[in-house]
């Protein structure tokens, strides 16, 4: 059974950090690409956050490039978002997810229709 548990979240003030964990089993951790997305209610998901399974190369969304990390510890089969200089805008559920390349798309589409609880980001002063 695939499972995605992510934690790491919470209150943060604008200019903060956080550091959110996603911890997975069920399947290969070290063949998948993993990505985190952020979703607010009433709002479409979208993905922050890409590493690839080959050589951890990674991608960010323009809104978060120089202030997120993503990194990935096979040994672990989690996957990390480090967030620094936080800001309001960032206030999302944060889910992670396991991908395979899409040629249409830009970020890589979901290997697995099972999803996690997602961890609550809040950047408030």
């Known amino acids: 059974q695939v499972r995605f548990v992510e934690s790491g979240g919470g209150l943060a003030q604008p200019g903060g950090s956080l550091r959110l964990s996603c911890v997975t089993s069920g399947f290969t951790f070290k063949t998948y690409a993993m990505n985190w997305y952020r979703q607010i209610p009433g709002k479409e998901r979208d993905v922050v956050a890409s590493?690839?399974?080959?050589?951890?190369?990674?991608k960010y969304v323009d809104s978060v490039k120089g202030r997120f990390t993503i990194s990935r510890d096979s040994a672990k089969n989690t996957v990390f978002l480090q967030m620094n200089a936080l800001k309001p805008e960032d206030t999302a559920n944060y889910y992670c997810?396991?991908?395979?390349?899409?040629?249409?798309?830009?970020?890589?589409?979901?290997?697995?229709?099972?999803w996690g609880q997602g961890t609550q980001a809040t950047v408030s002063s």
């Open positions: 590493i690839t399974s080959t050589d951890h190369s990674t």
């Open positions: 997810y396991a991908g395979v390349p899409h040629p249409d798309m830009e970020y890589p589409t979901a290997a697995f229709p099972s």
